[in-house]
Every structure is written in structure tokens, then in C-alpha cells.
Antibody
Framework: QVQLQESGPGLVKPSQTLSLTCTVS??????????WSWIRQHPGKGLEWIGY???????YYNPSLKSRVTISVDTSKNQFSLKLSSVTAADTAVYYC????????????WGQGTLVTVSS | DIVMTQSPDSLAVSLGERATINCKSS????????????LAWYQQKPGQPPKLLIY???TRESGVPDRFSGSGSGTDFTLTISSLQAEDVAVYYC??????????FGPGTKVDIK
């Protein structure tokens, strides 16, 4: 079974860049036609899709975040990463990585999530 | 963008009773070429990530109990828990994937025990 685990700093200063990595285990990030996604959840709020990447490097971003988001993939490490620039307190959220299943186009495996707080 | 709304915001149901959650999309998520509704339901328990319950509006994910069912088409959808169990206390989200890559989620409905 595929497992995902987020890692990265839990505290980021305003105007800096948030950087997170998702490590995939139990399967290859390059196989199965999956897309690899980032989703966030503001405290006590709903879910916001950030973007996703295919193992080839093709990316798709939420238009509302597109100017600040970069998602990359490292197939040799079976990891993909998120960078969000120029963060503000509004970017404080739990960040999840998830796999996007081809065919049904649904998020079927999720990491446990990591809380990132933006504060000086 | 397709905007998803849900009702009610929260509900409390007695154990063994039926719980019904509604989801509405701002435009149809029915893809005419394959007659599929691009609508999924997720369950999120406190401190956990969301879990996929249903896709194509009515297809249960493998391992999901059959007390969970989805229905609806076009813009109006329903998630029904036929006999609420204690472990079903959670927030439930609908999500459209019609306008990929622009996925959007509903605001969530919290289900509690009465």
C-alpha cells in the first residue's frame, strides 16, 4: 500500500518561502499514472487544492496560488516537493500531500499532514 | 471556477438513524460523453487526513461500508449514511473533479451523535 509522509519546517516567517517535501513509499512515484498533489486546510476550515505534478515534471496549479507555487519531483528519491513564496499569516494551514488516482481522478492516498505556521 | 456548497453545516443524528448530507455545484459536473458525474465524497475524522468514500457520485471506494451511499446527478448530490455508527462522527466533504485541473471542495458538513 502506498504511504505518503510530509516533512519540512513547522514555522516560517512572513515574506519567506515555505518548503515541504512528500516522501512516497510502497510504490514508485514514476508508475501507475498517478499525479502527486498538495492540498491544504486552514485551521478549522475546508480543503484547498494547491496543485499537482506528474513524474515527468508536468505541473498544474490552482490559479489563485499559481504565481507563488512551485511543485517539483525527484524520482530518484521517490519524493515531490512544494514551495510557496512570499507567505503571509493567511498561508498558515495543515499541508497534505496526496496521490491523485488516474481514471477516477480522486485523491486516494493522503499523508498525515503537517501544520505550517507563518509567524515572525 | 465551480463552487461547491453543502447543507446543512452540521447535523446530529441518533445512533442507528439515517444521516443525509446535500451538496450542490454551481454548474453541472455531469460529463455528457461518458454520462459520469465528476463528484466525490470524503470523510475526515479529527486529527486525520480525509478519506475517499465515494467517486462518480455513487461508486463506493473499496472497503467502505455499504451504509454509505451517494446519489444525484448534474448539480445536486446527496451522501446518505443509512444507519449512523459511532465511528462515523466526522466532517464530510464533497469535491468536484469536472473542471480538472481545478479541483474544488465543499465547505464540509459535520456529523455528530445526538
Amino acid at each position: 500500500q502506498v504511504q505518503l509522509q510530509e516533512s519540512g519546517p513547522g514555522l516560517v516567517k512572513p515574506s519567506q518561502t515555505l518548503s515541504l517535501t512528500c516522501t512516497v513509499s510502497g510504490g514508485s512515484i514514476s508508475s501507475g499514472g498517478y499525479y502527486w498533489s498538495w492540498i491544504r486546510q486552514h485551521p478549522g476550515k475546508g480543503l484547498e487544492w494547491i496543485g499537482y505534478i506528474y513524474y515527468s515534471g508536468s505541473t498544474y496549479y490552482n490559479p489563485s496560488l499559481k504565481s507563488r507555487v512551485t511543485i517539483s519531483v525527484d524520482t530518484s528519491k521517490n519524493q515531490f516537493s512544494l514551495k510557496l513564496s512570499s507567505v503571509t499569516a493567511a498561508d498558515t494551514a495543515v499541508y497534505y500531500c496526496a496521490s491523485l488516482r488516474p481514471g477516477t481522478v480522486t485523491f486516494d492516498y493522503w499523508g498525515q499532514g503537517t501544520l505550517v505556521t507563518v509567524s515572525s | 471556477d465551480i463552487v461547491m456548497t453543502q447543507s446543512p453545516d452540521s447535523l446530529a443524528v441518533s445512533l442507528g438513524e439515517r444521516a443525509t448530507i446535500n451538496c450542490k455545484s454551481s454548474q453541472s459536473v455531469l460529463y455528457s460523453s461518458n454520462n459520469k458525474n465528476y463528484l466525490a465524497w470524503y470523510q475526515q475524522k479529527p486529527g486525520q487526513p480525509p478519506k475517499l468514500l465515494i467517486y462518480w457520485a455513487s461508486t463506493r471506494e473499496s472497503g467502505v461500508p455499504d451504509r454509505f451511499s451517494g446519489s444525484g446527478s448534474g448539480t445536486d448530490f446527496t451522501l446518505t449514511i443509512s444507519s449512523l455508527q459511532a465511528e462515523d462522527v466526522a466532517v464530510y466533504y464533497c469535491q468536484q473533479y469536472y473542471s480538472t485541473p481545478g479541483f474544488t471542495f465543499g465547505p464540509g458538513t459535520k456529523v455528530d451523535i445526538k
